[in-house]
């Protein structure tokens, strides 16, 4: 029987494909403003959020989004003032979250299979309510990146050039931070909180290697991410296993493919290594590809 008979698969699609779409979406400036384990560290903050949920009898995910951004948004703020490097308020958060959330799940009589849950999908509970609400934080967030996508791209590829060149650098980082939040917790059925990194990272490494232009590597990493998580759904159903680590290892499975291709070609060009600038700043400007 098919999978789109059954209404749970179909809100499971529905929920894979616009996390496939987000998730390097956003992941695209991570990876460009060298923050690529971001994700992980709103991973665990959100597991807090979730542990809230379950403690006051809220919906966890709407409470996960709440305290992923507070924490995203605290992370960022450390960073642009200096008080904590980057990777140290990460590491500060990243276990005070998962402690938390441990903590608060049982207090709230949460069993290990309850967490297990959201740190690495359960795809088939996705209620007509997640839904929903995984349908318009993914409209917000892909509104916003791809709306702003010159001005967020400029303070990835150089804070310091876009400082001088009058953007409001810390309300833009500020806001990167809290997509990400948001894309953190819109994964957090389909991938899990552990796992959603990987679907932010990988698609767009994978890109990289095809692409040099950043346009053309945003869109390729979309496309990857929904190949990847729509595939991820349709084998899982297929052979009854986990979504969330199927769809992970498509997502690498894709980037292994992409690497030697990649090579391939950039020796039919001439460049000996994959880019990482994404320095067509200018053209995105200019409306060129």
């Not at 929920?15 to 971001?38: D, E, F, H, M, N």
């Not at 997640?130 to 791209?153: C, K």
């Not at 917790?185 to 950043?214: E, N, Y």
């Not at 053309?216 to 969330?244: D, I, R």
Request: glycine share 10%; net charge neutral.
């Amino acid at each position: 029987m098919s999978l789109l008979a059954y209404d749970f698969m179909q809100r499971a699609l529905m929920a894979a494909l616009l996390t496939g779409l987000t998730a390097p979406a956003i992941g695209t400036y991570l990876v460009q403003k060298r923050l690529a384990l971001l994700g992980d560290g709103i991973g665990h903050i959100a597991l807090t959020g979730v542990a809230l949920g379950l403690l006051t009898g809220q919906a966890p995910l709407l409470t996960a989004v709440i305290v992923a951004v507070a924490g995203a948004t605290v992370i960022e703020v450390l960073r642009l003032r200096g008080r904590a490097s980057g990777d140290v308020a990460l590491a500060l958060f990243f276990y005070g979250g998962i402690a938390a959330g441990v903590l608060l799940t049982g207090l709230a009589g949460g069993s290990a299979a309850t967490l297990t849950s959201y740190l690495f999908g359960a795809l088939t509970t996705v209620s007509d309510a997640d839904l929903l609400l995984v349908v318009v934080l993914a409209a917000l967030v892909l509104t916003v990146s791809l709306g702003l996508a010159p001005q967020l791209f400029a303070v990835c590829q150089d804070e310091e050039h876009a400082r001088v060149s009058g953007m409001p650098v810390a309300a833009y980082s500020v806001l990167i931070s809290v997509l990400a939040a948001v894309t953190v917790t819109l994964a957090m059925r389909t991938v899990g909180l552990l796992l959603v990194s990987a679907l932010m990272v990988v698609p767009v490494a994978a890109a990289q290697q095809l692409t040099r232009a950043f346009r053309a590597t945003l869109a390729l990493a979309m496309a990857l991410g929904v190949l990847a998580a729509v595939s991820g759904v349709w084998v899982s159903f297929s052979v009854n296993a986990a979504p969330g680590p199927t769809i992970v290892l498509l997502a690498l499975a894709g980037f292994v493919v992409a690497s030697p291709l990649g090579g391939w070609l950039r020796s039919r060009r001439g460049v000996t290594m994959p880019t990482d600038d994404l320095h067509d700043l200018h053209d995105l400007h200019d409306g060129k590809d």
